[in-house]
């Protein structure tokens, strides 16, 4: 479990920081249009990655703890289920106007942001292989080791290259 929690922190660590750089590049180069830009505070909307990286890996720790076999695959799809509804948040302003992301874009959010708990807590009630599981403190660990890498990468490129700058 230990090199685990090693590559989890790695990985962990790089997803925050791709999420930062993303969020400098959306600030000084990304897309904008009549109304609407992804420039300047626009890139904040690269932060809703935060949420898809946090339910893919957290998923994936539950999943893992009660030994289910695909726990990666099943971690990931919660993650996509997460990118989703933050690229259909994004793509509200650009396709459908300030109406539109003023009705659903914080429904989509708020469900962004239930999607990250809801789903490590569905994966609870997945039937686990047989009787074996792993630790559940390891794998706690790991839960917090995943947060505590994301936000770490998301500070300290953030800090290197701020998206505002």
């Known amino acids: 479990m230990k090199r685990t929690l090693v590559y989890s922190a790695l990985i962990a660590l790089l997803a925050g920081a791709g999420i930062s750089v993303l969020a400098f590049l959306l600030a000084r180069y990304g897309p904008a249009a009549d109304g609407w830009s992804f420039r300047g505070n626009g890139a904040l909307a690269a932060y809703t990655l935060v949420p898809v990286v946090l339910t893919a890996g957290w998923t994936a720790f539950v999943l893992r703890g009660r030994a289910v076999s695909s726990w990666l695959s099943l971690g990931l799809a919660a993650g996509l289920i997460s990118l989703l509804i933050a690229v259909a948040d994004a793509l509200l302003l650009p ?15 708020i469900g962004l942001v239930a999607w990250m708990v809801v789903a ?8 686990r292989a047989g009787s074996a599981f792993t630790s559940v403190g390891t794998n706690v660990a790991g839960a917090v080791v995943w947060l505590a890498g994301v936000l770490v990468g998301l500070v300290v490129v953030g800090y290197v290259i701020p998206a505002g700058s």
Not at 95 to 109: E, H
Not at 120 to 127: C, G, R, W
């Open 120 to 127: 490590p807590v569905l994966a609870i009630f997945l039937p």
């Open 95 to 109: 396709l459908f106007g300030t109406g539109a992301d003023v009705t659903f874009g914080v429904a989509l959010l």
